[in-house]
């Protein structure tokens, strides 16, 4: 409506804080929001559909799109390769729709370089016991996979106050509740308007 460009989000957090679950509650009454697909070189897991979670690849394919440049950011996890495809994200904010970017603390640190207008959120658990609950819960990993989850849910912590909103999800429904808050604030910001949109207001007032 105002600006022409979409803005946009960075959603950080341990993996199993519930991110997905957060955004995709979030987003449900926000509007035309884009999620970014990432790549990623991990298995896919028995829920997951190729191309709407991830889009699937192996080393070869991940190593390919890293040299073409085509990754707005990308960063290694718990051994394997995951990375944001620039094309669509750019696409979507140049059409005025809004993108959130899924992803961990090295590839955040990125972004927020090379878009230093991106807009960082830190979704946090409660309590790293509670983490460590929800990840064996869903039972998705090896327990060395769990371990080396929690030990970089632990170094994330420490990066919180790189990030301009902080929120812990500890009920879903308050979580959604501020992250919405936070979008629908971002999205009022003065600063954002054109200068099409504020010529025109001067001019019908
Ligand atoms: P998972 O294997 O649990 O799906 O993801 C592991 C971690 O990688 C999560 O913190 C997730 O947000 C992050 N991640 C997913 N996609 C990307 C990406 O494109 N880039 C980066 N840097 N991290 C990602």
Known sequence: MTTGNGILFVLTGASG?????????????????????SATTRARRAHEVDGVHYHFVDANAFQALLAEGALLEHAEYVGDR?????????????????????IELDGARQVKARRPEAVMLFLAPPSLAELERRLRGRGTDSEEKIQRRLARAREELKALR??????????????????QSVIRAERLRAARLSDAFVVALQRAT
Do not use: C
């Not at 994200?89 to 970017?101: C, K, N, S, T």
């Open 82 to 102: 995951y990375g944001t495809p620039a094309g669509p994200v750019d696409e979507a904010l140049a059409q005025g729709r809004d993108v959130i970017l899924e």
């Open 162 to 179: 790189e990030f301009d909103y902080m929120i812990v999800n500890d009920r879903v429904p308050d979580a959604v509740l501020a992250f």
């Open 17 to 37: 804080v519930g991110k997905g679950t957060v955004r995709k509650t979030a987003v449900a009454d926000l509007g035309d929001v884009h999620f970014s697909v």
